[in-house]
T-cell receptor, first 115, second 111 residues
Framework: EAQVTQNPRYLITVTGKKLTVTCSQN?????MSWYRQDPGLGLRQIYY???????DKGDVPEGYKVSRKEKRNFPLILESPSPNQTSLYFC??????????????FGQGTRLTVV | RKEVEQDPGPFNVPEGATVAFNCTYS??????FFWYRQDCRKEPKLLMS???SGNEDGRFTAQLNRASQYISLLIRDSKLSDSATYLC????????????FGGGTRLMVKP
């Protein structure tokens, strides 16, 4: 089954304690990205990756890091989480863009609370 | 000004009603347009693409007006199961396949 898998689904952590949210896709997609979703602000892109070892900032990258060492995995790293990073996070993948339509497939989401 | 704007709703409609959602986008270079559906606390899923000529999928019709930078979604004969948030999504293919989401329009279909 084609899917994007995020872990963990729920996480409560304390300010400053480094954490990693994993994301894995089995569709051999080149393009992966991370979003956060907050009430009234919608989905905002944090980082994206167009292929292995190629990453770039989205709209709200501050406080986050990513890596893309393998095509299937795109972890999101919070080196020193703060309460304003409390949010619902989604990982997404799609085949390479260009001028063709490419559907984005989303993981089930990770609800992060930083206290 | 947000890049993609939607009326947040909620739109409360009875079963069987026809409801229309609108969306405007600010980047005239945008290439692709979509409607995604998001159920409460779940991930967004593609509902349908939006083509310049307009397109229909069962009870759903999507329209694009590039001159006005306006996208619409029409749902006919609403079902209880249509209750969800509908996200207008714009893809500026020149920006690395970045999807820009509207804030979503919440629809509640009541018996």
């Amino acid at each position: 089954e084609a899917q994007v898998t995020q872990n963990p689904r729920y996480l409560i952590t304390v300010t400053g304690k480094k954490l990693t949210v994993t994301c894995s896709q089995n569709m051999n997609h080149e393009y992966m990205s991370w979003y956060r979703q907050d009430p009234g602000l919608g989905l905002r892109q944090i980082y994206y990756s167009m292929n292995v070892e190629v990453t770039d900032k989205g709209d709200v990258p501050e406080g986050y890091k990513v890596s893309r060492k393998e095509k299937r995995n795109f972890p999101l790293i919070l080196e020193s989480p703060s309460p304003n990073q409390t949010s619902l996070y989604f990982c997404a993948s799609s085949s390479t863009g260009g001028y063709e339509y490419t559907e984005a497939f989303f993981g089930q989401g990770t609800r992060l609370t930083v206290v | 000004r947000k890049e993609v704007e939607q009326d947040p709703g909620p739109f409360n409609v009875p079963e069987g009603a026809t409801v229309a959602f609108n969306c405007t986008y600010s980047n005239s270079a945008s290439q692709s347009f979509f409607w995604y559906r998001q159920d409460c606390r779940k991930e967004p899923k593609l509902l349908m693409s939006v083509y310049s000529s307009g397109n229909e999928d069962g009870r759903f019709t999507a329209q694009l007006n590039r001159a006005s930078q306006y996208i619409s979604l029409l749902i006919r004969d609403s079902k209880l199961s249509d209750s969800a948030t509908y996200l207008c999504v714009v893809n500026n293919n020149n920006a690395g396949n970045m999807l820009t989401f509207g804030g979503g329009t919440r629809l509640m279909v009541k018996p």
